[in-house]
């Protein structure tokens, strides 16, 4: 027979809500209670029945995930916090790809439009806010991550790219390098503004900006490492050497890095090298990777918290942009001083 959560109410002495409440983490439940219910839910092995629930409620309990690839670390990273801090809350996240696709992008989204969940995180590929504009007119709560795109003044949180790029290169400035170059990633906003902050952190120090020591990398998957490692090649086979690297991501550093030391360059005698992510990884490959951290976790909880103003809020609150300061990590990788 399958087990209601008044049949759970009835054997405890409690009421229908207060068991609804503490299966939603509701902050107004003594811990006792709390834990008499959770324990009588899982010797009865009750599975909420989502369907009912939505329907009395109004929510699917359901949040859509968008983002360039799920394969790229620091995605996986920002998705694993924000599934741990709705899932305290009751929802669940389903996740989709766009593969650097726009098309893809707008056609995922209008899927989980069509199925009525309650919020989507988008980490836009799009260079127009065209479907941000139909999300505003269908009265969708989102919240944009990562990227941001103009014309949106929308809910947004990401790290300050500016800064990234330009702390990157300082630091790389600070180890001696004089000749540095960049692989760069997709001409996104995220793409723009590292570039710039490398660029400005060049002009301010005096030093050359030379295009020629400058690649840009369409994709920052998990392909990345094979895209910074013929990025390196191209680099090396150029009339001088650059002895300093800023790579968009760690992915692209890895393989630019793995590319340099293969021809026999010793890193960071002859090549600092600085990528930025601050993936779990890096302290673990064989020169660990220097990096500027972009807060992934923090990205994902802030996410959550406005997604449940926004959710949970009777009356729709002001958008909010979240943006996180960067640190720099340094490792082997370019630590030369």
Not at 135 to 159: C, H, K, M, P, Q
Request: one cysteine or more; hydrophobic letters at 40%; charged letters at 25%.
């Amino acid at each position: 027979m399958t087990v209601r959560m008044k049949d759970i109410a009835k054997d405890l002495g409690l009421s229908v809500v207060t068991i609804s409440k503490v299966l939603r983490n509701h902050p107004d439940i003594a811990e006792e209670t709390r834990e008499r219910v959770l324990k009588r839910v899982k010797e009865l092995d009750y599975q909420p029945n989502l369907m009912a629930r939505s329907l009395v409620t109004g929510r699917s309990y359901l949040i859509g995930l968008v983002v360039p690839s799920l394969l790229y670390p620091f995605f996986a990273e920002v998705a694993v916090a924000l599934s741990a801090e709705v899932g305290k809350r009751g929802y669940s996240l389903l996740m989709a790809s766009s593969d650097e696709q726009p098309e893809v992008e707008a056609r995922e989204i209008q899927q989980m439009m069509a199925r009525h969940l309650d919020a989507l995180v988008i980490a836009t590929c799009a260079d127009d806010a065209r479907m941000i504009e139909r999300l505003e007119r269908a009265g969708s709560a989102y919240v944009l991550i990562d990227r941001t795109v103009e014309g949106s003044d929308g809910n947004f949180v990401g790290t300050d790219d500016y800064a990234a790029g330009r702390m990157a290169t300082e630091h790389l400035i600070a180890q001696g390098c004089r000749r540095i170059a960049h692989i760069g990633g997709p001409r996104v906003a995220t793409g723009e503004a590292r570039l710039k902050g490398y660029r400005d952190a060049l002009e301010a120090h005096e030093l050359e900006f030379r295009q020629d020591w400058v690649t840009i990398s369409e994709r920052v998957d998990n392909e990345a490492t094979l895209h910074g490692a013929e990025a390196m090649h191209r680099l090396l086979a150029g009339p001088e050497r650059p002895d300093g690297l800023f790579a968009f991501n760690d992915p692209l550093a890895i393989g630019a890095m793995q590319a340099a030391l293969e021809v026999g360059l010793r890193i960071p005698e002859d090549m600092a090298v600085i990528g930025c992510g601050n993936l779990h990884f890096d302290p673990l490959l064989r020169v660990p990777l220097s990096s500027v951290d972009q807060q992934s976790a923090e990205i994902g909880r802030q996410t959550a918290m406005i997604l449940m103003e926004h959710i949970e809020s009777k009356i729709k609150p002001p958008a909010r942009q979240v943006i996180l300061k960067p640190k720099l990590i340094a490792r082997g990788s370019s630590l030369r001083r």
